[in-house]
Nanobody, 123 residues
Framework: QLQASGGGLVQAGGSLRLSCAAS????????MGWFRQAPGKEREFVAA????????YYADSVKGRFTISRDNAKNTVYLQMNSLKAEDTTVYYC??????????????????WGQGTQVTVSS
């Protein structure tokens, strides 16, 4: 299971850090990812990180502003979000993908999902 937290209300230009705590089975040997989804829209890829954290991937819209990291000892993945913009406002989801070779950017390739945490950026 995945449990996301850390969302909230922040002013534009501010920062938030999202956390995703995972049970061992969903965390170990997995690609971990963050997605976001606005009402009426498809779930959008934000960032992903490999099992050992050596490889990270970002959507162009967040590159340079967001940083994904993981602490395998704590079974937790983080999303540090800086320079937040109003368009970053939506619900964020963490996810785990067990098949390394499936594309990290497609929500359909992930096997486990957290419940979502709301991020609201006021302009």
């Amino acid at each position: 299971q995945l449990q996301a937290s850390g969302g909230g209300l922040v002013q534009a230009g501010g920062s938030l850090r999202l956390s995703c705590a995972a049970s061992g089975r969903t965390f170990s040997s997995n690609i971990m990812g963050w997605f976001r989804q606005a009402p009426g829209k498809e779930r959008e890829f934000v960032a992903a990180i490999s099992w050992r954290g050596g490889s990270t991937y970002y959507a162009d819209s967040v590159k340079g502003r967001f940083t994904i990291s993981r602490d395998n000892a704590k079974n937790t993945v983080y999303l540090q979000m800086n320079s937040l913009k109003a368009e970053d406002t939506t619900v964020y989801y963490c996810a785990a993908k067990s098949d390394y070779y499936k594309s990290y950017g497609s929500a359909g390739n992930y096997d486990y999902w957290g419940q979502g945490t709301q991020v609201t950026v006021s302009s």
